[in-house]
């Protein structure tokens, strides 16, 4: 790989101009998709013939005179200050300022990741808040009974906003008052989406008033799982020696700080003091056996199975506005599916539906921010690293504004 370079003597950082990767040339990145740091550095240059060429370059450490990005080496102010607090079973995340929430967001994660949403999802619902929204997520375990799991989710929701009308936010400065009237909208990714869906299908009572359908995915088991049918009598045979694993134990029993080393090294991290996330990511460990377990005791496929999924949608859902978003690189979406199941009951209550294509894929919604710091001396490492990281986080903000101009709608 060639990079073509651009300097000087000045205290501009250097900048990739373009990239050359097997004698193909690659267009440069955006100068407007990039965000430098801005440093001032001392240059000493050494030449070697009559044209003053410099054959060297050093620079004394530099003071950092502006920081648009934290990674390598250190934390962002974002993650050194916890966004949520845990209440009851359920995550929530006031808008910063201690300003007053536009209205109150219910959120789901997917399919195991759902169950630690603060650090899979922990980007998104981030610029929700920001955007003026009180998020309340509430993780759940994976499963294959989906009406059970959309129920556990309603009830322990429920019990936590109760609380929060009652009691207010105290740490976050908003009152009950301030929060008894505001309307109720929820999100919902992959699994969350179907569990969305059904909750606003089961329910007739104390359901959002509109509902951002992402990714929505609700294939059979077997086509979810390649060779399902066959996987029975294999994890029959196979759980005993899983659980006996000396992994499995120390993924179960892990310390805490076995558990800040090992996310540090995955790109995430958990806020110092924060025991109830080692708790989370124990039950998130918990998740597999529990699964298999569901698997040796006969269970061929979901519950409710998809088409009947499809059908209590055609009878019963009863969110007055949906918002289904897809993204152009996701191939396992079911939106298109889910439009065509959810026009007539939609347009019959006399609602809306809608439907809008994004750039970027199934994990989108997922992406977090990469920590990289830029060291003493500006390198075609950092502007790549700096791009590339802009590029990933624009979807993810983009879908982030999408919801939150079309829940704009629905807040009188």
């Not at 299908?201 to 294939?219: G, L, M, Q, T």
């Not at 090294?265 to 699964?291: C, H, N, R, W, Y």
């Not at 003493?376 to 982030?400: F, H, W």
Request: glycine residues 6%; hydrophobic residues 35%; proline residues 7%.
């Amino acid at each position: 790989m060639e990079l073509a370079l651009c300097s000087s003597s000045s205290s501009t950082p250097t900048s990739v101009l373009s990239i050359k990767y097997r004698d193909r040339s690659i267009s440069p990145i955006p100068n407007n998709l990039i965000k430098f740091h801005t440093y001032k550095y001392k240059y000493k240059y050494t030449t070697e013939d009559g044209n003053g060429r410099p054959s060297s370059l050093t620079a004394t450490p530099p003071t950092m005179l502006s920081n648009g990005y934290a990674g390598r080496g250190s934390t962002s102010s974002s993650s050194q200050n916890q966004i949520y607090r845990r209440q009851d079973s359920c995550l929530v995340i006031p808008p910063p300022n201690a300003k007053k929430p536009r209205a109150i967001i219910k959120f789901l994660g997917g399919a195991f990741i759902g169950a630690v949403p603060e650090l899979t999802y922990s980007y998104l619902i981030e610029q929700l808040a920001k955007e003026g929204f009180l998020i309340i997520s509430v993780p759940y375990n994976v499963t294959f009974d989906h009406a059970h799991a959309a129920k556990q989710v309603y009830e322990r929701f429920h019990a936590c906003l109760d609380s929060i009308l009652t009691s207010g936010l105290p740490y976050a400065n908003l009152t009950p008052a301030q929060l008894v009237d505001l309307p109720l909208f929820s999100v919902g990714h992959s699994n969350g989406a179907l569990l969305q869906a059904l909750t606003g299908s089961y329910f007739s009572e104390k359901i959002p008033k509109a509902n951002a359908i992402i990714s929505y995915n609700n294939r059979p088991a077997t086509e979810a799982v390649p060779y399902f049918e066959q996987l029975g009598p294999l994890v029959r045979q196979m759980m005993p020696v899983v659980q006996a694993s000396p992994v499995y134990s120390l993924a179960r029993n892990a310390s805490g700080d076995a558990w800040k080393l090992l996310l540090d090294t995955a790109g995430a991290m958990i806020p110092d003091g924060d025991q109830e996330s080692l708790v989370s990511l124990t039950k998130f460990v918990d998740q597999l056996p529990s699964v298999l377990n569901q698997v040796t005791e006969g269970i061929s496929e979901f519950r409710p199975t998809p088409s009947e999924n499809r059908d209590c949608f055609k009878s019963s859902y009863n969110v007055q506005h949906t918002l289904l978003v897809k993204f152009n690189s996701d191939t396992i979406d079911e939106t298109d599916l889910l439009e065509e199941t959810l026009k007539p009951r939609v347009e019959f209550i006399g609602g809306t539906l809608e439907k809008v294509q994004l750039s970027g894929n199934h994990i989108t919604p997922c992406i977090q921010e990469p920590k990289w710091q830029v060291g003493y001396v500006y390198t075609p490492a950092d502007a790549i690293a700096q791009g590339l990281k802009t590029i990933s986080l624009n979807e993810t903000r983009e879908l982030s504004k999408t919801i939150s101009n079309w829940f704009r709608r629905f807040e009188d």
